[in-house]
């Protein structure tokens, strides 16, 4: 709709937007709202799994350290990994190499269970440390032997784990690589 004025020897136009106009332009916005919220959704999932591997380089970092001040791996019984006593000896086997109870958390696992607070009464890990026996050089000798895995394949690309030489890995591309038993014809 286009009105126009007359002001001596000179028109004035006011131009308006058609009913049409105004729709096509509310689409293509919606749109590109749709598309942005599934890559900020992405990018989210991005930066909790790189939350979950700084996680772990830290663990790593601190089992190093633990094996260099003490001479072996930490003695964590592993009959009862769901029982606070197990939680609770991690956290403290670290806590003095800067390894408090936020560094056990996977940010991924903590938003989908809601949020909740922590308890230090009931404290949560969802990394679990790998047993050794208590020779000094047992957590380096095998280069494939895990220090820590994730407990929830939260990333949907598998669980993740690092190894003795601090490598991360996801479980899934570890399937991937793996190669099939032969079987007999």
Same mark, same amino acid.
């Given at each position: 709709?286009?009105?126009?004025?007359?002001?001596?020897?000179?028109?004035?136009?006011?131009?308006?937007?058609?009913?049409?106009?105004?729709?096509? %332009?509310?689409?293509?916005?919606?749109?590109?709202?749709?598309?942005?919220? %599934?890559?900020?959704?992405?990018?989210?999932? !991005?930066?909790?799994?790189?939350?979950?591997?700084?996680?772990?380089?830290?663990?790593?970092?601190?089992?190093?350290?633990?094996?260099?001040? =003490?001479?072996? #791996?930490?003695?964590?019984?592993?009959?009862?990994?769901?029982?606070?006593?197990?939680?609770?000896?991690?956290?403290?086997?670290?806590?003095?190499?800067?390894?408090?109870?936020?560094?056990?958390?996977?940010?991924?696992?903590?938003?989908?269970?809601?949020?909740?607070?922590?308890?230090?009464?009931?404290?949560?890990?969802?990394?679990?440390?790998?047993?050794?026996?208590? !020779?000094? =050089?047992?957590?380096?000798? #095998?280069?494939?032997?895990?220090?820590?895995?994730?407990?929830? =394949?939260?990333?949907?690309?598998?669980?993740?784990?690092?190894?003795? =030489?601090?490598?991360?890995? %996801?479980?899934?591309?570890? !399937? !991937?690589?793996?190669?099939?038993?032969?079987?007999?014809?």
């Amino acid at each position: 709709m286009m009105v126009r004025f007359r002001c001596g020897k000179f028109r004035l136009r006011l131009a308006a937007f058609t009913l049409l106009e105004v729709m096509t %332009s509310v689409v293509v916005i919606a749109i590109l709202a749709v598309m942005g919220i %599934s890559t900020f959704g992405f990018l989210r999932a !991005k930066a909790e799994r790189a939350k979950c591997v700084r996680n772990l380089q830290g663990l790593y970092a601190a089992g190093a350290s633990y094996l260099t001040d =003490n001479g072996a #791996w930490p003695q964590i019984s592993t009959l009862d990994i769901e029982a606070p006593a197990f939680s609770k000896a991690w956290i403290q086997a670290f806590q003095p190499y800067g390894i408090g109870h936020v560094n056990w958390i996977c940010a991924t696992v903590q938003t989908a269970i809601g949020d909740p607070p922590y308890d230090p009464d009931e404290p949560r890990i969802d990394y679990l440390g790998t047993g050794f026996d208590d !020779k000094p =050089n047992s957590p380096w000798q #095998w280069p494939t032997h895990p220090w820590f895995i994730e407990r929830a =394949n939260a990333h949907g690309d598998g669980n993740l784990i690092i190894f003795t =030489n601090g490598q991360i890995r %996801s479980l899934d591309d570890m !399937k !991937k690589e793996a190669r099939p038993i032969p079987t007999k014809p």
